[in-house]
């Protein structure tokens, strides 16, 4: 109830935002189209020996690879994008301190299973359509996979636990679904300036209810852990604001992007609520100006669980019994969400037929775990774009 009161309290000051400021100055996309074919020029020139007259769009109107909902286009115009995010995690932190296995066998004795390392993949195809002037439409589907290692444990007659072989299980398939408008909510073409809202949603269309075999015994079949699965298991709202801010060579730009949770699955839980903020800053470094490099700092809240998979939470096995959360620190709720903060490092690249290529890779600077979860090594996003 909380949450949904919260989400529409945040509606309720975003249109209030919106409607102080009902007097629209005129686009400022137009103006960053001026500054893009002040730039073409050059390479129209460059690419006289070439049949065809080159289309280079000014790649810093894009944001840091790892972001969307930064940039609209025109009424008419269509992007297609192809995006690739990778994570990286491995070693389990409590708080910010991150705990040997052996550390973590003593402080959490119920542990018989200890996540080593995990990938998390995602292919991402994004198709934006501008609808009319300042309403551009998204929508992205996603195909996730999802890789962890973990060793599990047995007790030797003394008690003692003992390491078994790492094993390795795969979780693979379609994701949920994000789609929204993008509303360019004001724009000042003097100060070259634009705030664009994301009015987002995301469909539970990836799967949470995947089995696979228990690492501690091959013959029986047990529900994925909670970072193992493919979707949130319920509608999720992603509203979200970003102001962005153009220079000659370089741009600046500030985003607030949520994923609140609507409703808990029928598997009886809510993920995570985020709430990440980010600031990024791009320069065009290369005298033709297709290059840009970005930087990005992001900080990042998240919530633990709300309720729990009685699957994971609930029913027990073995002897004694024990449920999976208290086996393995991956199904167990509680041991969800916290604070972090990332550092991200980009290159922008414009092609002549206009498209563009984006990459970019963060690196966590600080980590702060609710319970016991997978530290991230790392993040890389990289993507190809083309507006048509
Ligand atoms: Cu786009």
Do not use: C
């Not at 300036?193 to 009015?199: A, K, S």
């Amino acid at each position: 109830m909380i949450r949904q009161i919260s989400f529409v309290l945040l509606l309720t000051t975003l249109t209030a935002t919106v409607s102080a400021e009902s007097t629209l100055v005129p686009d400022i996309q137009q103006r960053i189209d001026e500054i893009a074919k002040a730039g073409a020029d050059t390479f129209t020139h460059r690419a006289e020996r070439t049949p065809k007259p080159a289309k280079y769009s000014r790649p810093d109107t894009h944001a840091s690879a790892h972001l969307m909902g930064a940039h609209l286009h025109g009424p008419s115009e269509r992007m297609i994008e192809y995006k690739y995010m990778n994570m990286s995690m491995s070693g389990l932190f409590a708080g910010e301190t991150e705990l040997s296995n052996a550390e973590v066998l003593t402080n959490y004795p119920t542990t018989m299973v200890i996540p080593e390392r995990m990938s998390m993949e995602m292919h991402m195809l994004h198709y934006m359509a501008g609808w009319k002037e300042g309403i551009t439409l998204y929508i992205m589907p996603m195909w996730l996979s999802n890789t962890m290692e973990m060793t599990p444990y047995m007790k030797d007659e003394g008690g003692m636990k003992m390491a078994m072989a790492t094993q390795r299980r795969t979780n693979s398939g379609f994701g949920d679904l994000p789609f929204g408008a993008l509303w360019q909510i004001r724009s000042n073409e003097e100060e070259r300036t634009e705030l664009i809202l994301n009015i987002g949603f995301s469909a539970p269309t990836g799967d949470i209810d995947g089995t696979t075999s228990s690492p501690m015994n091959p013959m029986m079949q047990i529900e994925y852990p909670y970072p193992m699965r493919l979707g949130a298991g319920t509608w999720m709202a992603r509203p979200g604001i970003t102001w962005n801010k153009y220079t000659d060579d370089s741009s600046f730009g500030v985003q607030l992007q949520t994923n609140i949770a609507l409703g808990k699955s029928d598997a009886g839980y809510a993920p995570s609520d985020t709430y990440r903020l980010n600031g990024w800053y791009s320069k065009l470094f290369s005298e033709d100006k297709t290059w840009a490099y970005t930087l990005r700092t992001e900080g990042i809240w998240a919530s633990d669980y709300q309720g729990q998979d009685p699957q994971l939470e609930t029913m027990t096995m073995g002897s004694p019994p024990m449920t999976l959360a208290q086996m393995n620190p991956a199904a167990n709720g509680a041991f969800r969400g916290g604070q972090f903060m990332n550092f991200g490092y980009g290159l922008i690249k414009s092609l002549r037929d206009g498209s563009r290529l984006n990459f970019e890779f963060t690196h966590p600077v600080h980590q702060d775990f609710r319970g016991l979860q997978m530290g991230t090594d790392w993040t890389i996003a990289a993507s190809w774009s083309k507006s048509y």
